[in-house]
């Protein structure tokens, strides 16, 4: 595990430490509080990729993919089991990074089971500015 705290500035930091651990991409499991970061971390993966797309959290349309290699999801309000039935766990083996908010350990083991390179980022607030990204490796 990583450990790496900070301001906004701390995500170019993790941005790095996501695409040393995977690449040539992978699924990238997003777990955090409510308004912790996840998709400010998904905007700097965009950025990193030379994406000029506003990302938004994907919270109702469950998936969104932003230039040819970035693909985002939320499982918030629907949950893995709908993700699941939707055969969107086939999805995450195309090319490129998948970012998944609101990923639990169902998916991790599914993950695990299939093969699928993933790591998974624990965001928390250590501040009101500064977060503190844990990055764990599969």
Not at 29 to 40: E, N, P, R, Y
Not at 82 to 99: I, N, P, Q, S
């Amino acid at each position: 595990m990583k450990t790496i705290e900070g301001g906004l500035e701390a995500l170019d930091n993790v941005v790095g430490t996501i695409v040393d651990a995977l690449p040539h991409g992978g699924v990238v499991v997003l777990q955090g509080d409510l308004a912790s970061g996840k998709t400010t971390l998904t905007q700097a993966m965009a950025r990193f990729m030379g994406i000029d797309e506003a990302v938004t959290s994907p919270t109702f349309s469950l998936q969104q993919r932003y230039g040819e290699r970035l693909y985002h999801y939320d499982l918030y309000n629907h949950g893995i089991e709908h993700f699941l039935a939707l055969g969107l766990l086939e999805a995450l083996e195309a090319e490129g990074y998948h970012f998944v908010e609101w990923g639990d350990e169902t998916l991790l083991d599914l993950l695990e089971a299939t093969g699928l390179p993933h790591l998974r980022v624990e965001i928390e607030k250590s501040a009101p500015d500064a977060r503190r990204y844990k990055v764990y490796h599969a």
